[in-house]
């Protein structure tokens, strides 16, 4: 009778475990449509709401949306999220944006944004990280009650200007600082 080693099992699993990995690469698969569908919706959803954004849209180099971000957090929380880098309104790439969080927070929201890049070098330094985090050379702009975008958007001056908009459920507060971006085969 031939008995299996614990080496044997361990190298068959690690062999397998390779081979199903490189089945869901992305390749052939569906998921690019489906996301440059919601960046499209997106955009136009932010456009017909938020009029000020399409000046802010043609100022920019890029723009990375992120048509939904869901949250959730007791204790400690995340977020996941995948998007498009849209230059001349066209997708060059695919990004998943994940975040963590620890503190008093409960609850659970979703919300969309849209990365606008105001400076051809903030564009180039993300798009050459291996995984970019929001930071203090962002500007965000929120909605206040009345709908309307809280800060002048067609004036701004930092290199980037985060919009977030869209906001659904119940958790206090949404901040993009924490937030990773990473590129991604969908």
């Known amino acids: 009778m031939n008995s299996f080693s614990r080496r044997a099992f361990t190298l068959g699993a690690l062999a397998s475990t ?28 932010l456009y017909t709401n938020y009029p000020n954004t399409r000046d802010l849209a043609a100022k920019s180099t890029g723009m990375l949306v992120m048509p939904l971000v869901t ?22 790439d695919y990004y ?14 979703q919300f969309a944004h849209v990365l606008f890049f105001m400076t051809q070098d903030a564009l180039e330094g993300f798009r050459r ?12 702009v929120f909605k206040d009650k009345g709908e309307n975008l809280r800060a002048e958007t067609t004036t701004s001056t930092a290199p980037v200007v985060a919009v977030i908009f869209g906001q659904a459920g119940a958790l206090a507060g949404v901040s993009l600082e924490g937030m990773k971006y990473t590129r991604i085969i969908p």
């Open 71 to 92: 949250e959730g957090g007791l204790i400690v929380g995340g977020g996941y999220g995948r998007g498009a880098l849209r230059i001349n309104n066209v997708t060059v």
């Open 129 to 140: 990280s291996s995984g970019w985090a929001a930071g203090a050379d962002i500007e965000y």
């Open 18 to 45: 390779s081979a199903l990995a490189a089945c869901g690469n992305g390749v052939g698969s569906r998921g690019p449509e489906k996301i440059d569908a919601r960046v499209d919706t997106t955009l136009n959803y």
């Open 96 to 109: 998943s944006a994940t975040k963590g969080s620890v503190g008093l927070q409960i609850g659970a929201q």
